[in-house]
């Protein structure tokens, strides 16, 4: 009985700990600071590292997933994006999560060393993601690697700002939370079953469905936009030439074009 209130307690912090920190990605979203090309400065990713670093990968990751995309699913700017972040937001609090439950001795420093590259994870995914996009879209090669360029540097500004943040805030935390329900999950060590397990391989399988259906949808869009924009181009032609033949015939005739009868009642100025 006992190892089963046990259980039902751990099940209960569990879900606690993922819905607070996935609602703590999600709101430090909104603190943003917007830049040029849809790109921004924010902390959302800071409680990213800080979920993994506190609470483990896989409940690291979920709580980054759910909060990064959810952000996603309520911004029309990157609904479509939202199952893409949620596999790279769970990667990024997955990794940090996996290191800092790695051997390193000193705590400061593998704290530090798992942010670091649970951050350049995400980084990797979001630029990689940002460079096909625009490549799917019909950019050159040198537009796409602008585009990657100039969301890099934000990019890694917000990977310095989540580092610095994140630390801290897992050092003096974890001391905080040691005492409550929390401790257990912050001790916690799990086996170690390899990076390839089953949930790691889901999750890369649904990252490769998720991003073939982006791409097709994007390449979808840009065959609509190359076609419309190539009529409205032959209907400005066939505009343009009736134009020079009508203003042919009023010259050859010596008439006056008809002025628009909308413009003649607009009073004087």
């Avoid at 952000?71 to 029309?76: E, G, I």
């Avoid at 990157?78 to 990667?91: E, H, I, R």
């Avoid at 649904?206 to 209907?235: N, P």
């Amino acid at each position: 009985m006992n190892n089963t209130v046990s259980q039902q307690r751990s099940r209960i912090y569990r879900m606690v700990a993922v819905g607070l920190m996935a609602a703590l990605v999600y709101a430090g979203n909104y603190m943003s600071i917007p830049l040029a090309n849809e790109t921004r400065i924010h902390i959302g990713n800071s409680m990213c590292l800080l979920a993994g670093l506190l609470f483990g990968g896989v409940n690291g990751g979920l709580s980054s997933g759910i909060g990064g995309a959810l952000y996603d699913l309520f911004n029309p700017l990157y609904t479509l994006s939202a199952p893409y972040t949620f596999f790279s937001k769970f990667s990024m609090g997955w990794a940090a999560g996996k290191l800092n439950r790695s051997g390193i001795k000193s705590e400061p420093a593998r704290a530090v060393i798992a942010a670091i590259v649970g951050q350049l994870v995400y980084i990797v995914l979001y630029l990689g993601k940002a460079f096909v996009t625009q490549l799917i879209l019909g950019n050159p090669f040198q537009t796409a690697s602008a585009v990657m360029l100039e969301k890099a540097a934000a990019s890694f500004i917000n990977g310095a700002i989540a580092v610095v943040v994140s630390v801290p805030l897992y050092l003096a935390l974890k001391k905080a939370l040691h005492a409550s329900g929390f401790g257990r999950m912050i001790e916690a060590r799990p086996e170690n079953r390899g990076y390839f397990n089953p949930l790691t391989t889901a999750l890369t399988v649904f990252a490769l469905i998720v991003t073939a259906g982006f791409a097709v949808r994007l390449s979808a869009d840009g065959k609509i936009k190359d076609a419309q924009a190539k009529r409205e181009a032959a209907y400005q032609e066939q505009i343009d030439e009736l134009t020079e033949k009508l203003d042919y015939l009023y010259e050859a005739m010596g008439v006056e074009p008809p002025v628009n009868a909308e413009e003649d009642a607009l009073p004087d100025k």
